[in-house]
């Protein structure tokens, strides 16, 4: 019977949740001498970038809303729509990312080694 590596595999779920991240929220993908740190400290780096995108398209979308509130001619309702659905997806996918991640914790903390 093979025996399951449980640090190669968190290493994988890292990348693979690090790489679905990216496409999801736009974060820019770290640098070879980023890359050469702890896999820890990449992955909080990434995820407090990911939060921080959300964050800023939220503040964004209700800064967008209260100007059109308020009459902002130079705001129109299209741009507040798209500023809404923009920051929806973003925190969706966030969360989304970390359900998968705490699946995927459970599911290792599980395994009988």
């Given amino acids: ?7 190669n ?3 994988q779920l890292r990348a693979n949740a690090a790489m679905a991240q990216n496409k999801l929220t736009g974060v820019q ?7 050469g740190e702890a896999n820890g400290a990449n992955f909080s780096a990434l995820l407090k970038q990911s939060i921080d ?3 800023e398209l939220q503040q964004s979308s209700g800064d967008l809303s209260k100007a059109f509130e308020l009459g902002d001619p130079g705001v129109s309702l ?3 729509m798209i500023a809404k659905q923009k920051s929806a997806v ?3 996918s966030v969360l989304q990312v970390r359900n998968k ?3 995927a914790y459970r599911e290792v903390m599980s395994m009988q080694v």
């Avoid at 019977?1 to 640090?7: D, F, L, S």
């Avoid at 993908?29 to 890359?35: E, G, K, M, R, S």
């Fill in 9 to 11: 595999m968190l290493m």
């Fill in 90 to 92: 973003a925190f969706q």
């Fill in 78 to 80: 299209a741009e507040v």
């Fill in 53 to 55: 995108k959300v964050n």
């Fill in 101 to 103: 991640l705490m699946e």
């Fill in 1 to 7: 019977m093979k025996e399951i590596n449980t640090e």
């Fill in 29 to 35: 993908p770290l640098n070879d001498q980023q890359n």
